[in-house]
């Protein structure tokens, strides 16, 4: 009887190991979602590099054309867009505020996670609650703030904001607190070394991970902002996903133009995934990235 | 998300008492008790000024008639009693609720299979994973443009391919229903993948002995999925929910785009969503103080939304007992 019941066992367990094995059926429907994926992103392409003709074939165009210069050269000669100068807005823009996030983020992570000071759980709730309030509350009163400031049209009012997020820095308290011995620290400390030096020579380095995940997060974040941009920004400094909505209310006939803005627009976050894409993952596997 | 309150290393011992010494462990308390503040303030400073102060004033706001032109007078709530009866609001809630929904329920569903799916030993997962996040990493604007085309009334290629099926050339931007079912689509197709990463993580913390011992007792796979799989994901997917939430009633750049640009979400206003309701007061119509009363209802009900899905998502995951 008790081997009887042992074998059962022993023959469930060995199918249960082999029900972990991906089925036919299960790259058939990963295939499948990941085609779903990948096709609006190929169509764009497909249509860049076509002429205004595609647009009322019939079936669709399925197959890249020869036209892509072409489109590119209307595109940065459009006068209403200014698509270089917002290419180059968004790109200083998302680089200082990445650097600026991870750089002041890592600071006051380090401090929260292993410095000791009066206060110190109410500041990170504070900083906790920052996390839940939705962005689009402030725009008003931050719109009259640029104001006052003489800042809007200017570039500055989509950076300084944002140069450092209660969520970057808690993600930073919450790996330091983790990756960063405080054996390593306090040997520090005893070699004579001042706390900017500690953070900068012993646990920025341990910071590295999570800092490349906060700062490819960050850049892609402030890449696709839209709506304060849209806000705070004239139509002739814009910033480039502003600069694809004045092609789109201006010129939505002209497909071709569009899409060769939107093929531009994504490039540059599609080369920051293909370099990076496992970081990425892991970084949203940890639980530690909301997008 | 506890809080470990571990006590900080110990500093530098006393020094014995020469001069030279007592200056340099006087500079290193005073860089002990000063640095923490130091290194903690830029994010506060920020938020002081760009975060806080924006959130009061906007509630300063709009107590008051404030327009572009001319001064502002206090009115107390009488901005947010104008807009529990301004029609206009409350389709705008309507719309973000039913795109909401219609987003959100079959993409958690999705994600859940994909992440199944995922959740299997296979060769090249991270291709697979790569591929299931892609669209993550396209503009928002790239993304409502290209849906916005393929959703074309003429030419698009969704009525293309409806065709076959016999439905001939849907106006997608003229009604309600296939409007809201066009953005929920273009929301869908961007982050499916993404919950679908976050639930395969949540899955792979789940002990693969509770399956084995599910099996010897005989249960089937879609029987482990939903008694295994689901109930111990609970907190997966409440975070989920909750993010979706938050983002999904913001929903503002892609029916923006789909409607060429338009504030109003159409000549009927059918996608018009909250954040572009609050938009176009601000921003078009110059009422600063009606567009913050909209921003505070905003805040409100995602509090509110989240608080419900919370309970409800608590309930429904926990399984019968």
Same mark, same amino acid.
């Given at each position: 009887?008790?081997?009887?019941?042992?074998?059962?066992?022993?023959?469930?367990?060995?199918?249960? =190991?082999?029900?972990?094995?991906?089925?036919?059926?299960?790259?058939?429907?990963?295939?499948?979602?990941?085609?779903?994926?990948?096709?609006?992103?190929?169509?764009?392409?497909?249509?860049?590099?076509?002429?205004?003709?595609?647009?009322?074939?019939?079936?669709?165009?399925?197959?890249?054309?020869?036209?892509?210069?072409?489109?590119?050269?209307?595109?940065?000669?459009?006068?209403?867009?200014?698509?270089?100068?917002?290419?180059?807005?968004?790109?200083?823009?998302?680089?200082?505020?990445?650097?600026?996030?991870?750089?002041?983020?890592?600071?006051?992570?380090?401090?929260?996670?292993?410095?000791?000071?009066?206060?110190?759980?109410?500041?990170?709730?504070?900083?906790?609650?920052?996390?839940?309030?939705?962005?689009?509350?402030?725009?008003?009163?931050?719109?009259?703030?640029?104001?006052?400031?003489?800042?809007?049209?200017?570039?500055?009012?989509?950076?300084?904001?944002?140069?450092?997020?209660?969520?970057?820095?808690?993600?930073?308290?919450?790996?330091?607190?983790?990756?960063?011995?405080?054996?390593?620290?306090?040997?520090?400390?005893?070699?004579?070394?001042?706390?900017?030096?500690?953070?900068?020579?012993?646990?920025?380095?341990?910071?590295?991970?999570?800092?490349?995940?906060?700062?490819?997060?960050?850049?892609?974040?402030?890449?696709?902002?839209?709506?304060?941009?849209?806000?705070?920004?004239?139509?002739?400094?814009?910033?480039?996903?502003?600069?694809?909505?004045?092609?789109?209310?201006?010129?939505?006939?002209?497909?071709?133009?569009?899409?060769?803005?939107?093929?531009?627009?994504?490039?540059?976050?599609?080369?920051?995934?293909?370099?990076?894409?496992?970081?990425?993952?892991?970084?949203?596997?940890?639980?530690?990235?909301? =997008? | 998300?506890?809080?470990?309150?571990?006590?900080?290393?110990?500093?530098?011992?006393?020094?014995?008492?020469?001069?030279?010494?007592?200056?340099?462990?006087?500079?290193?308390?005073?860089?002990?008790?000063?640095?923490?503040?130091?290194?903690?303030?830029?994010?506060?400073? $920020?938020?002081?000024?760009?975060?806080?102060?924006?959130?009061?004033?906007?509630?300063?706001?709009?107590?008051?008639?404030?327009?572009?032109?001319?001064?502002?007078?206090?009115?107390?709530?009488?901005?947010?009693?104008?807009?529990?009866?301004?029609?206009?609001?409350?389709?705008?809630?309507?719309?973000?609720?039913?795109?909401?929904?219609?987003?959100?329920?079959?993409?958690?569903?999705?994600?859940?299979?994909?992440?199944?799916?995922?959740?299997?030993?296979?060769?090249?997962?991270?291709?697979?994973?790569?591929?299931?996040?892609?669209?993550?990493?396209?503009?928002?604007?790239?993304?409502?443009?290209?849906?916005?085309?393929?959703?074309?009334?003429?030419?698009?290629?969704?009525?293309?391919?409806?065709?076959?099926?016999?439905?001939?050339?849907?106006?997608?931007?003229?009604?309600?229903?296939?409007?809201?079912?066009?953005?929920?689509?273009?929301?869908?197709?961007?982050?499916?993948?993404?919950?679908? $990463?976050?639930? $395969?993580?949540?899955? /792979?913390?789940?002990?693969?002995?509770?399956?084995?011992?599910?099996?010897?007792?005989?249960?089937?796979?879609?029987?482990?999925?939903?008694?295994?799989?689901?109930?111990?994901?609970?907190?997966?997917?409440?975070?989920?929910?909750?993010?979706?939430?938050?983002?999904?009633?913001? $929903?503002?750049?892609?029916?923006?785009?789909?409607?060429?640009?338009?504030?109003?979400?159409?000549?009927?206003? /059918?996608?018009?969503?909250?954040?572009?309701?609050?938009?176009?007061?601000?921003? /078009?119509?110059?009422?600063?103080?009606?567009?913050?009363?909209?921003?505070?209802?905003?805040?409100?009900?995602?509090?509110?939304?989240?608080?419900?899905?919370?309970?409800?998502?608590?309930?429904?995951?926990?399984?019968?007992?």
């Amino acid at each position: 009887m008790r081997t009887v019941i042992a074998r059962r066992a022993q023959r469930a367990v060995a199918g249960s =190991a082999r029900l972990w094995q991906a089925s036919p059926l299960t790259y058939v429907v990963l295939i499948f979602g990941i085609a779903l994926s990948a096709f609006p992103l190929y169509w764009m392409f497909v249509v860049a590099t076509r002429t205004n003709d595609v647009v009322g074939a019939v079936p669709p165009p399925f197959v890249a054309g020869q036209h892509l210069g072409e489109n590119m050269n209307r595109l940065f000669d459009n006068e209403q867009a200014h698509f270089a100068k917002a290419l180059v807005n968004s790109a200083i823009a998302s680089a200082v505020v990445a650097f600026s996030t991870v750089f002041f983020s890592s600071l006051a992570g380090f401090a929260f996670a292993k410095l000791r000071f009066r206060g110190r759980n109410a500041l990170l709730l504070v900083i906790v609650a920052t996390m839940m309030v939705p962005v689009q509350m402030g725009i008003i009163p931050l719109y009259m703030v640029m104001v006052h400031l003489h800042w809007t049209g200017k570039l500055q009012a989509v950076i300084v904001p944002f140069l450092v997020t209660g969520f970057g820095v808690f993600m930073m308290r919450q790996y330091a607190s983790q990756a960063v011995p405080d054996e390593l620290i306090e040997a520090a400390r005893v070699d004579g070394a001042s706390t900017f030096r500690i953070f900068w020579s012993v646990v920025l380095p341990a910071l590295r991970p999570a800092a490349s995940v906060l700062a490819l997060f960050t850049f892609m974040q402030t890449w696709n902002e839209f709506i304060w941009p849209r806000a705070v920004l004239n139509p002739d400094n814009p910033t480039v996903q502003y600069s694809l909505a004045l092609l789109n209310s201006a010129y939505f006939n002209d497909y071709t133009l569009m899409f060769a803005g939107t093929v531009v627009a994504t490039v540059p976050l599609f080369i920051v995934f293909v370099v990076f894409g496992r970081q990425i993952i892991g970084g949203i596997m940890e639980g530690a990235v909301k =997008a | 998300m506890a809080l470990d309150v571990r006590p900080a290393p110990p500093g530098a011992r006393a020094a014995p008492p020469s001069r030279r010494r007592r200056w340099r462990s006087r500079l290193s308390r005073l860089d002990m008790s000063l640095s923490p503040y130091l290194y903690i303030s830029p994010f506060y400073l $920020l938020f002081l000024v760009f975060g806080l102060f924006p959130l009061g004033y906007t509630f300063w706001v709009s107590l008051n008639h404030w327009e572009i032109i001319g001064g502002h007078e206090f009115i107390g709530l009488r901005n947010y009693e104008r807009l529990l009866t301004d029609d206009q609001f409350w389709n705008a809630v309507g719309n973000t609720f039913a795109i909401f929904l219609i987003a959100t329920i079959p993409q958690l569903v999705l994600a859940l299979l994909l992440a199944n799916a995922l959740n299997r030993k296979m060769r090249a997962p991270t291709l697979f994973r790569m591929g299931v996040l892609l669209p993550l990493v396209t503009s928002v604007a790239a993304v409502a443009i290209v849906f916005t085309q393929i959703f074309g009334r003429d030419y698009g290629m969704a009525n293309w391919f409806l065709h076959f099926f016999g439905v001939h050339s849907v106006d997608w931007q003229a009604n309600k229903w296939s409007s809201w079912l066009a953005i929920a689509t273009m929301v869908d197709w961007r982050w499916t993948g993404y919950n679908a $990463l976050i639930f $395969l993580a949540g899955m /792979q913390a789940i002990p693969r002995s509770l399956y084995e011992a599910a099996a010897i007792d005989g249960a089937s796979r879609m029987k482990q999925f939903w008694r295994i799989t689901v109930p111990l994901l609970r907190p997966t997917i409440v975070f989920v929910t909750i993010i979706s939430t938050i983002g999904g009633l913001q $929903l503002f750049t892609e029916p923006l785009l789909f409607n060429n640009g338009y504030m109003n979400g159409g000549s009927l206003r /059918q996608s018009q969503t909250v954040a572009m309701y609050m938009f176009e007061n601000a921003f /078009q119509r110059f009422q600063y103080g009606y567009g913050s009363a909209v921003a505070w209802m905003l805040f409100l009900l995602i509090l509110v939304f989240s608080l419900f899905n919370f309970l409800i998502i608590r309930r429904l995951a926990g399984g019968e007992k």
